[in-house]
């Protein structure tokens, strides 16, 4: 997924903010700019392949989300990949067996802690992209 890619890769690009001695600094604020949130709120809900789309305010939350963890610490390339993986399987997972879906949320979480993010954030994120599967996956129920 192109813009899963994109939007991760300009994250571990980005500058880190620091306070003016150098040392970083503590911020809820990403280097994402709120226009290419917004487009890649727009792209994950042209990725879903089937019929049923994820809703904005879910999609919302879990870009907002996983912005603000990435923010935290820079992701290898290998992780950016698997993590865009991750994301494209669960907006794709309307016929994916309960425990593959399970196994890929675990396994994006697992790419952000691994690679730097704070529990929480990792966890939050996973918590959002399962809420964006299970709306992909509530016609088949």
Not at 40 to 50: L, Q, T
Not at 69 to 98: F, H, W, Y
Not at 114 to 132: E, F, Q, S, Y
Request: glycine share 4%.
């Amino acid at each position: 997924m192109p813009s899963a890619c994109s939007l991760i890769t300009h994250l571990a690009r980005a500058p880190k903010p620091t306070r003016s001695s150098g040392a970083p600094r503590n911020s809820a604020t990403s280097p994402v700019a709120p226009e290419q949130k917004t487009q890649f709120i727009k792209d994950i809900a042209v990725a879903v392949r089937g019929a049923t789309k994820p809703s904005l305010p879910t999609v919302a939350k879990f870009v907002n989300e996983l912005t603000a963890a990435l923010a935290e610490k820079a992701l290898g390339t290998a992780e950016q990949a698997r993590l865009a993986q991750d994301i494209e399987a669960v907006l794709n997972s309307a016929a994916m067996p309960v425990i593959q879906f399970d196994a890929v949320i675990g396994d994006a979480q697992a790419i952000l802690q691994v690679g730097g993010a704070k529990r929480a954030a990792a966890v939050a994120v996973a918590n959002d992209l399962r809420a964006v599967g299970q709306e992909v996956r509530r016609a088949t129920r």
